[in-house]
């Protein structure tokens, strides 16, 4: 898994950054963009547990997302379906969810794909 993760993001040169990124608002100060590899983190959810067989803290399924300061952070992850089981079989193709964090025992995370 971890060959796998080392590519799931990827930095991207702040230089490319232009409306397209922030249209009218204003344009942070600093900032580090990255671009997910969505192929490699679909396939990668598909080994995360069901919350109903462990807690997320529990979790041996471990995640790197970046965060505000362009770190990554490591996190322990479940799938957590939200959806109604009748919307979640007319939308398989979507998954959702959750961690705690490994670096930060504070953090969580949640996130549908």
Not at 8 to 35: D, M, R
Request: aromatic content about 10%; charged content about 15%.
């Amino acid at each position: 898994m971890l060959s796998a993760q080392q590519n799931l993001w990827s930095s991207v040169n702040e230089n490319i950054a232009n409306e397209q990124f922030f249209g009218t608002i204003n344009k942070p100060k600093s900032y580090k963009l990255f671009q997910l590899n969505v192929f490699v983190m679909m396939s990668e959810l598909e080994k995360a547990p069901s919350e109903k067989i462990v807690s997320s803290s529990h979790s041996s399924f471990i995640l790197s997302i970046p965060n505000a300061e362009g770190l990554l952070e490591r996190y322990r992850v479940v799938n957590a379906p939200v959806m109604d089981p009748a919307l979640s079989k007319k939308y398989s193709g979507i998954n959702s969810f959750a961690g705690t964090g490994i670096d930060h025992p504070n953090s969580v995370i949640r996130f549908s794909m």
